[in-house]
């Protein structure tokens, strides 16, 4: 399966492409568990699938997923101790006053209340009940007029956390419709300008460091190709 980037034993990582959920209810619509599983089950192998780490359904990018029961507690325990580490690529759109330069970087703290019967989370003051601390850590890597591609370091795993902070902090990602800026009724869609490009994490047999990256597919990408970068 040309979207399978690593598989063993223990574990698959899979490029999941915008669109695709990564476990759904619904009838019929298939998602990142259900092909896993179908995939396996081709291969005549047991068709165990855990996901460790997950992405909203527009975003695409690296998941990591367990073959057995204990490589999925192994690895949940880690991700629940934010040991496994993921690095996502972003365009975003310069909504500030201030300029961004290539090689500014910047912490992002907020606290994060999420409406589960809305699909929605948002920016709160600390203390408000039942909100999650949320930290991530970005850099500009390019930038083209009010556009910017950004490096961003997820160290906290919060509900569409970095679409809240990014456009908390007037950087909100392109063609995200929920956070960011409202698209013109006569302008094309646009896929989110968002994904999961590098993970690693400590193999839950061997126990040795692995690391893995993609590119982002998303032709949003390209409106910095040839930009300089920082």
């Not at 690593?6 to 209810?25: C, R, V």
């Amino acid at each position: 399966m040309e979207s399978i980037v690593y598989e063993d034993s223990e574990l698959i990582i899979f490029h999941k492409p915008a669109g695709i959920p990564a476990q759904t209810s619904r009838f019929g619509q298939k998602d990142v568990v259900s092909i896993l599983k179908n995939y396996r089950a081709g291969r005549r192998e047991e068709p165990y699938i855990a996901l460790i780490n997950r992405l909203d359904q527009p975003v695409e990018g690296l998941m990591l997923a367990a073959k057995t029961k204990q490589s999925a507690a192994f690895l949940s325990s880690r991700l629940a101790s934010d040991e496994i580490q993921k690095i996502y690529r972003a365009v975003v759109c310069n909504c500030r006053d201030a300029l961004l330069l290539p090689g500014d970087t910047m912490v992002l703290t907020d606290y994060l209340l999420k409406d589960g019967q809305a699909n929605h989370s948002k920016a709160v003051p600390k203390g408000t009940a039942r909100a999650k601390k949320a930290v991530l850590s970005y850099e500009v890597l390019k930038i083209k007029e009010k556009l910017a591609e950004v490096s961003i370091h997820l160290l906290t795993g919060r509900h569409h956390q970095i679409r809240v902070q990014m456009a908390n902090a007037s950087l909100p990602l392109l063609g995200d419709l929920k956070y960011g800026i409202k698209k013109p009724a006569d302008s094309p869609a646009m896929q989110l300008a968002l994904c999961s490009v590098k993970i690693s994490f400590i193999h839950p047999k061997t126990r040795k460091k692995m690391e893995f990256e993609t590119k982002p597919q998303n032709p949003a990408f390209q409106l910095l190709c040839g930009v300089h970068t920082a």
